[in-house]
């Protein structure tokens, strides 16, 4: 696949399964801060995982930016991950504080690629998820081949619905400036809930 590409692990919350992430080689580590989402954080969580390089992540969807600003100095966050209508200015707001930004976006056949041009300078990577009612986490894969079209040279995470059997596909698919893959619902038992063991086997099967 060229150069290795990362993983995410998103929708965490729960301490000890946080804990057995820091020992696989991940990269990302995500948490909901969206209160709408079965995922949610709640309003007072902080983590002190990161010590290992994971980059701690904040997701969130059109928040008052004062807000997310707390966020990231209370977790603390390195990265925050913005799956709403958020413009070029919040996201630049983001990024003079030195906090990675990642922009995603709502793809499905008629996605315009040209449309987000004006965000590269002011994210450091896109995340191409599944257009659905929801903001994310909806366990749905939007037709890959799409990304084919993806002309920009920008970095950007792969997301929606991916699963444990979609290693070969993903290979297969030879995506110019894949970044990183984000994998969530599939790898849970229920909400938030990881099923670690999944996740380690997927890491391992990725890295062949």
């Not at 909901?32 to 995982?49: E, H, L, M, Q, W």
């Not at 995470?157 to 290979?171: M, T």
């Amino acid at each position: 696949m060229g150069n290795p590409v990362q993983i995410k692990v998103c929708g965490m919350r729960k301490p000890e399964q946080i804990t057995r992430l820091q020992a696989l080689p991940l990269h990302w580590i995500g948490f909901i801060f969206y209160p709408k989402s079965p995922r949610y954080v709640g309003d007072n969580f902080t983590c002190s995982a990161g010590t290992n390089d994971l980059k701690k992540t904040g997701v969130f969807v059109d928040a008052p930016i004062h807000w997310l600003m707390q966020k990231i100095a209370q977790v603390p966050l390195d990265a925050v991950q913005l799956h709403g209508n958020e413009t070029t200015a919040y996201c630049s707001a983001i990024k003079e504080r030195n906090t990675i930004v990642i922009k995603a976006f709502a793809v499905d056949e008629q996605f315009d690629f040209n449309n987000i041009e004006p965000y590269i300078q002011f994210t450091d990577y896109f995340l191409f998820d599944t257009k659905t009612k929801l903001k994310g986490g909806s366990g749905k894969k939007f037709d890959w081949t799409v990304l084919k079209n993806y002309h920009l040279h920008h970095p950007f995470f792969l997301s929606g619905g991916i699963a444990p059997e979609d290693v070969a596909l993903i290979k297969q698919l030879k995506l110019n400036n894949l970044f990183a893959i984000d994998i969530n619902s599939k790898f849970e038992v229920s909400p938030a809930d990881k099923d670690v063991d999944k996740i380690k086997e997927f890491v391992e099967d990725i890295k062949d």
